[in-house]
């Protein structure tokens, strides 16, 4: 038997007001088309995921170009039957086929794997996954030949219910299991007789039964996890659910996360135990915690790695950026892309840096840039430390050593290499390379003039009087 998946990603989703396609728009970190075929290729590999592209087509193959799944592209939006209409020769190769929704984006690979064998196990020509949501209103209605039993008469429209069908809950969730010949075989039979004067693959579901083909349904666990969203509200609801199982999934793992409600986690993002993250703290993309870390209040990171123990300050903002076992992170730290901060190294407030390499144990722990810099272990960066890496048409280098000291408000104009365990007098500007365990000063030479600030407050003094004599003899 062989499986295909096609997953319909050509729709406007105009309800949502906006100049986006649907399936590009985002929630807990990834696009809704990207959810839905991470969930599918858990079930098959992505070679054998069918995405048909519509609206926006070539925005939305390059938002999912990294994902290996194929393509193609209906150039005219004429309805879910017409979608799987041009799929017919791309899906040649395979006996049976799950057809997905792309803004579905909680869907489980587990219901996708349920609906597959329960549609094998029973022989189906079709199988529908339905569901039974708090308020059913605006969803198609699956219609049983009898209460309880799994055969299925037709889906009805929202529009088309007759009284006597209102009271029906078990909706149509749009995701199916077909045996593909004879889906092929009756495809022909839709019609647009509606009043979008589209094809609507439900209608499958009424052409096959007509036929005496066998048309079951099977109840997801979960209704929520096949509701799509029409508006951002809706979406931004579906955002909520999926970050607060992200937390308790972490939380079940043993991270301790204070008052998750707060907490921003991207579907990607992977902690390890004992870790403890506090309030309003946002880990996004593809970002790796480690243990027993704890990552304070207002910090921001983004597709970075943190090794274990590693102590992350309040209001940080970290962009891939590698952070290894034991440092110190902050308070109010920038770590732009590219960096990446050594075993028990300290990078404190007001610090920033941009493709640098902090060696072990080394610190920067307050209010310096270090920018395109190769700095090795035991170094102390001094306070207003600048490395002057942009001459206004290129970036250049700093090779710091091992052990140095780089006394406070330093600024070291790039390229330039500072030798192991040489020191560099505090308020220099350092413009030539400084040997190993050399000192290096660059300063202006200090003029002390005992007794000028005395006499220089005296004679303003003596001016105040003056202007104060003149005034009052002009009569003013």
Not at 2 to 10: D, E, K, Q, S
Not at 182 to 201: C, P, R, T, V, W
Not at 457 to 472: F, G, N, W, Y
Request: aromatic share 4%.
């Amino acid at each position: 038997m062989r499986l295909g998946i096609v997953i319909m990603a050509a729709g406007k989703g105009t309800r949502l007001k906006s100049k986006r396609a649907k399936v590009l728009h985002e929630i807990g970190g990834r696009s809704l088309l990207k959810h839905v075929i991470a969930a599918a290729a858990q079930v098959v590999p992505p070679h054998d995921i069918l995405v048909i592209v519509g609206h926006q087509a070539e925005a939305v193959q390059y938002a999912v170009r990294d994902t290996g799944v194929r393509f193609a592209v209906q150039t005219e939006q004429r309805g879910t039957g017409h979608a799987i209409q041009i799929a017919e020769q791309a899906t040649r190769d395979y006996d049976e086929l799950i057809v997905l929704s792309g803004d579905v984006p909680l869907l489980r690979p587990q219901t996708i794997v349920a609906l597959r064998d329960f549609h094998l196990q029973h022989r189906a020509v079709m199988s529908i996954l339905t569901a039974e949501p708090a308020d059913p209103f605006g969803y198609g209605r699956v219609i049983r030949h009898s209460p309880g039993a799994p055969e299925v008469d037709a889906i009805v429209e929202q529009k088309a219910l007759r009284p006597e069908q209102l009271g029906l809950r078990e909706i149509n969730s749009g995701i199916y299991a077909f045996r593909r010949e004879a889906l092929f075989n009756h495809i022909g039979q839709l019609d647009a007789d509606n009043s979008h004067k589209e094809l609507y693959l439900t209608d499958m579901a009424g052409i096959l039964h007509q036929a005496g083909e066998r048309v079951l349904a099977i109840k997801a666990a979960h209704s929520e996890e096949v509701l799509g969203a029409n508006t951002i509200a809706e979406m931004m609801m579906l955002d909520r659910a999926l970050r607060l199982a992200m937390a308790q999934q972490l939380m079940a793992a043993g991270v301790t996360i204070l008052q998750p409600e707060t907490v921003m986690i991207d579907a990607g993002v992977e902690v390890g135990p004992d870790t403890v993250i506090e309030p309003f703290a946002q880990l996004l993309g593809q970002t790796r915690v480690g243990s027993d870390c704890r990552i304070r209040s207002y910090s921001v990171i983004e597709n970075s790695t943190i090794g274990d123990h590693v102590l992350i300050l309040q209001s940080c903002v970290i962009s891939e950026t590698q952070i290894d076992k034991g440092a110190h992170i902050g308070p109010l730290a920038h770590l732009r892309p590219g960096c990446h901060i050594g075993e028990d190294a300290h990078i404190g407030n007001f610090v920033e840096a941009k493709k640098t390499r902090l060696g072990k144990g080394s610190k920067a722990n307050h209010l310096t840039y270090l920018g395109d810099a190769e700095i090795g272990s035991g170094v102390n960066i001094g306070a207003g430390t600048i490395t002057c890496n942009y001459d206004g048409v290129a970036k250049h280098k700093t090779v710091i050593g091992d052990k140095v000291f780089i006394g406070s408000d330093s600024a070291l104009v790039a390229p330039i290499v500072i030798g192991e365990g040489a020191y560099i007098g505090a308020g220099s500007t350092i413009t030539k390379d400084v040997p190993a365990d050399a000192l290096a000063v660059a300063r202006g030479r200090q003029v002390t003039k005992e007794g000028w600030a005395k006499n220089r407050r005296a004679q303003r003094e003596a001016r105040k009087a003056e202007l104060s004599e003149q005034k009052t003899g002009s009569g003013d």
